[in-house]
T-cell receptor, first 110, second 115 residues
Framework: GQQVMQIPQYQHVQEGEDFTTYCNSS?????IQWYKQRPGGHPVFLIQ?????EVKKQKRLTFQFGEAKKNSSLHITATQTTDVGTYFC??????????FGAGTILRVKS | DTAVSQTPKYLVTQMGNDKSIKCEQN?????MYWYKQDSKKFLKIMFS???????INETVPNRFSPKSPDKAHLNLHINSLELGDSAVYFC??????????????FGPGTRLTVT
């Protein structure tokens, strides 16, 4: 079945440093989504990528979808303490269910 | 104006008991889900309903039974609770199943602790 691998599992950064999490699917995806879960909170939708090679930006966050539509990344520039949480990618196979990656836990030291 | 609500927020119970978690969404979505998040934060889908019809039923013990009285509600009943059932259970909803309109809205979660 479809698998979505996400690395790294944990990342501790100094405030102001950059952060990247990577997502790889075993199958070609129709689209990929990213969610953020604050400590003690629930996953909140960030963005959806649909097109091959797509790049989207939200302030300091940059999301990319690979050309083969099997991988994706989320890059945060100059992290802030408000960025702490777990970032999940979630891939959708064509006409199928959403499969979440294991998540990357981001800790930011001020 | 809570979009997806769950009750209770916390549930502490003993092994062998039966318990239910309720979920309601006021977004007008057609599809609702139950996810289980374990202590390592792994988020795994359990069930999905579209217009009250079960469309996803992952490998979940049959002690877990979802019920959707209408498309705005999806409840989860768990029989004979076990220690391994301890987790956070999230309800979610989305506008459609499959395709591109798939953004999911999550409820606040129910932290279940089985002692």
């Amino acid at each position: 079945g479809q698998q979505v691998m996400q690395i790294p599992q944990y990342q501790h950064v100094q405030e102001g440093e950059d952060f990247t999490t990577y997502c790889n699917s075993s199958t070609t995806l129709s689209n990929i989504q990213w969610y953020k879960q604050r400590p003690g909170g629930h996953p909140v939708f960030l963005i959806q990528l649909v097109k091959s090679g797509e790049v989207k930006k939200q302030k300091r966050l940059t999301f990319q979808f690979g050309e083969a539509k099997k991988n994706s990344s989320l890059h945060i520039t100059a992290t802030q303490t408000t960025d702490v949480g777990t970032y999940f990618c979630a891939g959708v196979e064509y006409g199928n269910k959403l499969v979440f990656g294991a998540g990357t836990i981001l800790r930011v030291k001020s | 104006d809570t979009a997806v609500s769950q009750t209770p927020k916390y549930l502490v119970t003993q092994m062998g008991n039966d318990k239910s978690i309720k979920c309601e969404q006021n977004l007008g979505h057609d599809t609702m889900y139950w996810y289980k998040q374990d202590s390592k934060k792994f988020l795994k889908i359990m069930f999905s309903y579209n217009n009250k019809e079960l469309i996803i039923n992952e490998t979940v013990p049959n002690r877990f039974s979802p019920k959707s009285p209408d498309k705005a509600h999806l409840n989860l009943h768990i029989n004979s609770l076990e220690l391994g059932d301890s987790a956070v259970y999230f309800c979610a909803s989305s506008q459609a199943h499959g395709g591109l309109s798939y953004e999911q809205y999550f409820g606040p979660g129910t932290r279940l602790t089985v002692t």
